[in-house]
C-alpha cells in the first residue's frame, strides 16, 4: 500500500473517527482528553499507513493505535503507573469470580434528556475513579464490547488476569453506586437533578474529578456483590449512547493530514 496516501487517510477519517472517538473517549472519560487521543491516532496510523497490508482489518489496526496511544498518553501525564498495580496472581484468583450475565431487559426510569446526559457524564466520570488497568478492561470489554481474547492480546496479559482486573472493575463501581444512584435504586440519596447547576460548569467538574487521587476499592467497605445492582449498572455502561465529535475537529484533522501529505510530495 503507498505511504502517505491523502485520499485514503480522509476516507479512514470520515469512516472511522465515531468510532475511535467513543473508544478515546471511554478510555479518557474526558471529552477533551478524547478529542486529542483520536487526533493522536490518526497521525499516527497516518505516519504508518504503509504498515496496513489488509484493509479489510482498519478497525482493528485503528484501535491497536489508539490503545497503546493513550497508555503513552497517560505515561507522559506521569500521574500514574502503566505498570500493573495489581499483583497478576492475585487477579487469576480474582478472575474465578467474575460471573457473566445475561443482558438485562429493564423499564429505565423516565428522564428528561438533559438528565439522561447527566447520568451518562456522570457514569463515564466515575471510570476515573477506577485504576487505570481497571479502566482499561471495563472499557474495553463491558463499554465497548471486545472478547476477553482479544483484549488479552492488546493488553499482554493472561485471560483471567484480564477477568480479575473486569471482576474489580465491577465490584468497584457496584459497590459506589449501589447506595449513590437514584437510576439503579430509587431510595439512593442522589438525584441528578441535584447536580444540574453544578455540572453547567463542565471545567469545574472536570478539574475536581482531576483532583481526585483516591480509587475505588470495594473492599476497603466489605461490600458484597448484588447481581441486581450489577445488572443495572452494566444496562446503562453498555447502553451509553455514541458521541460524535464536532464538525470542526474533523475539518481540522482533514486539514492537517492534508499539509502533512503535501510535505511528503
Known amino acids: 500500500m503507498e505511504n502517505h496516501n491523502s485520499p485514503l487517510i480522509e476516507t479512514i477519517i470520515n469512516n472511522y473517527a ?28 497516518w505516519i504508518h499507513i504503509a504498515d496496513l497490508k489488509n484493509e479489510t482489518a482498519i478497525k482493528s489496526w485503528l484501535r491497536t493505535i489508539c490503545i497503546n496511544e493513550f497508555r503513552m498518553m497517560i505515561r507522559k501525564e506521569k500521574r500514574e503507573a502503566t505498570t500493573y498495580i495489581e499483583s497478576v496472581e492475585e487477579l487469576e484468583r480474582d478472575g474465578t469470580l467474575l460471573a457473566d450475565y445475561p443482558p438485562l431487559i429493564m423499564d429505565e426510569v423516565r428522564a428528561s434528556e438533559e438528565v439522561a446526559n447527566l447520568r451518562n457524564g456522570c457514569f463515564l466520570a466515575m471510570t476515573r475513579r477506577l485504576t487505570l488497568n481497571q479502566r482499561t478492561v471495563f ?127
Open 18 to 45: 465515531p468510532y475511535i472517538f467513543n473508544l478515546s473517549l471511554k478510555l479518557t472519560a474526558d471529552p477533551d482528553k478524547a478529542e486529542d487521543l483520536a487526533q493522536d491516532t490518526f497521525i499516527k496510523a
Open 139 to 265: 472499557s474495553l470489554i463491558d463499554m465497548f464490547g471486545l472478547p476477553i481474547g482479544e483484549v488479552s492480546q492488546l493488553l499482554d496479559l493472561t485471560p483471567k488476569a484480564v477477568k480479575g482486573l473486569l471482576y474489580r472493575a465491577r465490584m468497584n463501581l457496584e459497590s459506589f453506586f449501589q447506595g449513590h444512584c437514584s437510576f439503579v435504586d430509587i431510595s439512593n440519596p442522589c438525584k441528578c437533578t441535584a447536580w444540574m447547576e453544578f455540572m453547567k460548569d463542565r471545567n469545574t467538574f472536570q478539574e475536581k474529578l482531576r483532583q481526585k487521587k483516591e480509587y475505588l476499592d470495594y473492599k476497603e467497605k466489605g461490600y458484597v456483590h448484588d447481581p441486581d445492582t450489577s445488572q443495572k449498572i452494566l444496562y446503562y455502561y453498555r447502553n451509553m449512547p455514541e458521541q460524535r465529535p464536532p464538525q470542526e475537529w474533523f475539518e481540522g484533522l482533514i486539514t492537517l493530514m492534508e499539509d502533512c501529505y503535501k510535505g511528503y510530495k
